[in-house]
């Protein structure tokens, strides 16, 4: 494997199973093209305990090239640059590869693992499900490529391991099962975080429950006002209309000063004739009403009334 930015993390004459640390964007191009495999990064850590036998030069070298920070390196010191390196995989922008230069060691895991998959749908018959929800075992490299991929979302691996430890008791009577779902239990690959690391083994997909579309409904929207005053009794405007005219000429008097006395009130209500000798009272309670005020001369008759 050679980069612009990687640092060995096995010794030189260790070239049958070589780490190399690089920057997670260079990682993912390796990885494809290469078939790298990733690995943790508490692995990482424990390799670069192998700092001390390394030469601060080289160390230097590749901080600046992975361009972990925009300090002057040539200040410091070997624990700080240690501490630098040891930062930046913690935080995933550095990551580990196992793999040689040329396919030295390659990932030969994958026809293996795609046996396994291939043997466990063949005796599930492709019914594996959890909760009614359809689940499917893919290599890491072959997720991308899984059809129907948005139909489908990953299951994180503390969950998949109680999902195929289920399946496995659920099983239990189809010879072979148990033991298969178990290698897969073991293969699961570790929860990732893209696009800073990728998967590492199998993985588990479960299906994406669909949720069916209500009808748009063609009625207009009942507004909080409207719904209140549908809660409320429908409540009516009584009301009366008086007409004062001259008891002998029948001509309006305008001006007559007329007093209403509603049902349940002591104190009456005055009200005056317009123009044409009219006068009208709203708002009005159900019930019997007196009129007084009237002179002698005047008659008045009921032109309209509202009470119920």
Known sequence: M?????????????????????????????????????????????????????????????????????????????????????DAVQAGHLVALRGGESGRTGDNRNPELRRLVR???????????????????????????????????????DEAVRVLDGLARQWAGVGGLVDLLGRARAKLSPDWRPPFSQPDGLVLLR????????????????TPSQLQKLKEPEKKDKWVKLHVIHADTGKAIEGAQLSLILPGEKDASSHKTDKEGLVEVTDLPAGAFSIEGVENDAAFELVGHEIT
């Open 119 to 157: 043997q466990i749908e063949e005796r599930t018959r492709g019914r594996m499900s959890d909760a009614g929800r359809r689940l499917k075992l893919v290599v890491d490299v072959d997720l991308l490529k899984v059809p129907g991929r948005d139909n489908y979302e990953v299951v994180a691996r």
């Open 207 to 222: 299906g994406v429950p669909v949720v069916q579309a209500q009808p748009a409904s063609q009625e207009t929207p009942i």
């Open 2 to 86: 050679s980069a612009r930015a990687t640092l060995t993390l096995t010794p030189f004459w260790n070239t049958d199973d070589p780490v190399e640390l690089v920057p997670s964007v260079d990682a993912i191009r390796f990885r494809r093209e290469r078939g790298c495999r990733y690995l943790p990064a508490g692995e990482a850590l424990w390799l670069l305990q192998a700092v001390d036998r390394m030469s601060a030069a080289r160390i230097r070298g590749f901080a600046q090239a992975a361009r972990l920070t925009t300090l002057p390196l040539c200040d410091m010191g070997e624990p700080e640059l240690y501490k630098l390196v040891c």
